[in-house]
């Protein structure tokens, strides 16, 4: 009987002490910066689903596109003011508010060589995680909790209306382009606009400009890309480790419990390796249905033009290191990471091509294109 009596008074103890966590049912309405219709948004969905199902139903999260609520470029604001609960987004779409903002995605130019891995490797382990909250609370004075999970990268050259054999080409050339790398693009002599991705095709077929950037693969194709052009370039360098973000209203932050916080933290970090590996498949499939169904020709960008914009946006961060100590500080925080990780790197991983080229020869995504 004693054994019984402290048996239930176990149970009894246990359950008061899971009362607090299991009660707090939480209901959150958080808005992307994306259509619906884009896996960009799927990411979104994916953290949504996985946190929904990591707190077994006590942290609920309602997704909605691009547009719902507030804006997509209003989403920071609104998460700041508490219209929303939070936002997905891309921190490329506050360079208006400061600079710096880039290099919370990674920054353009490759990051002094790193590649996705390394750039969330510098976030984790290299202080960006912290740079960049501090970034957002402190340098723009907002009250949101910041967490990267969008690897949309690397990131094509883009679509044009003809071809593009060299630097002199694009010049003149009014083109969709987004954060910095517009303001890099605008030095090497384009015409540069910024928009939201479901503004793209409309202002194509209105003759509004004559080539975009969006992403790439799977995106480009879902947002029609192809109906309105036909020459796609690849690679680019200026969204090469590009990475976007998870952001909360700080109060709501600070209201959830450690356990809700660490689940969300945990589901960001999934969502990340998961639908990334996910992503590269279907840009892969992608970039075959592009030539086969719909004539695209997938081309090289030509080498000039990488080159010329490494060395322009080199010249561009270093002007706004000298305006901006807090800029300084994250970059040479990024420089200093990719200093050890990057020439470890080429010592220790045989060049992606070497085993590439050996099964599958410069032209293989042609020859397998035409096959089908």
């Known amino acids: 009987m004693r054994h019984v009596i402290l048996s239930a008074a176990a149970l009894a103890c246990a359950a008061t002490f899971a009362l607090p966590t299991a009660a707090q049912n939480v209901n959150l309405k958080m808005q992307a910066t994306w259509p619906a219709s884009l896996t960009l948004y799927e990411n979104f969905t994916y953290f949504v689903e996985r946190v929904g199902k990591i707190s077994a139903g006590t942290l609920k999260i309602d997704a909605m596109p691009a547009g719902q609520v507030v804006p997509a470029f209003e989403v920071l604001d609104a998460t700041h003011k508490k219209v929303l609960d939070g936002a997905h987004a891309w921190s490329g779409y506050w360079v208006g508010k400061n600079k710096a903002a880039i290099l919370c995605t990674g920054g353009p130019g490759g990051t002094f060589g790193m590649d996705m891995i390394d750039a969330i490797g510098w976030m984790h382990h290299g202080g960006g995680n912290e740079l960049c909250n501090e970034f957002f609370q402190k340098e723009l004075k907002l009250n949101v909790q910041w967490l990267p999970i969008l690897p949309s990268g690397p990131q094509a050259f883009g679509w044009f209306k003809r071809p593009v054999k060299n630097l002199a080409d694009f010049k003149g050339m009014k083109c969709r382009q987004t954060g910095m790398a517009a303001e890099v693009w605008q030095r090497m002599g384009m015409t540069t606009v910024n928009m939201p991705g479901g503004e793209i095709i409309p202002s194509a077929q209105r003759g509004v400009i004559d080539c975009a950037e969006w992403v790439g693969g799977v995106e480009d194709l879902r947002l029609g890309f192809h109906n309105v052009w036909k020459y796609h370039y690849t690679p680019g360098m200026h969204e090469n480790v590009t990475i976007g973000e998870v952001i ?44 086969t169904k719909h004539g695209v020709r997938i081309l090289r960008t030509p080498p000039d033009i990488l080159v010329e914009f490494l060395k322009t946006w080199d010249v561009i961060a270093a002007e706004e290191g000298k305006k901006s100590p807090f800029f300084k500080k994250v970059h040479d925080s990024q420089r200093t990471y990719a200093s050890v990780v990057v020439p470890a790197k080429r010592f220790y991983f045989p060049p992606y091509s070497f085993a590439a080229n050996y099964y599958f020869p410069e032209g293989g995504a042609k020859q397998a294109a035409a096959k089908k």
Request: hydrophobic share 50%; glycine share 2%; net charge negative.
């Open 248 to 291: 909360f209203n700080m109060d709501v932050w600070k209201g959830l419990s450690v356990q809700h916080q660490e689940m969300i933290k945990s589901a960001a970090n999934e969502t990340f390796l998961i639908w990334w590996a996910k992503w590269q498949k279907q840009n892969a499939e992608a970039l075959v249905e592009l030539q």
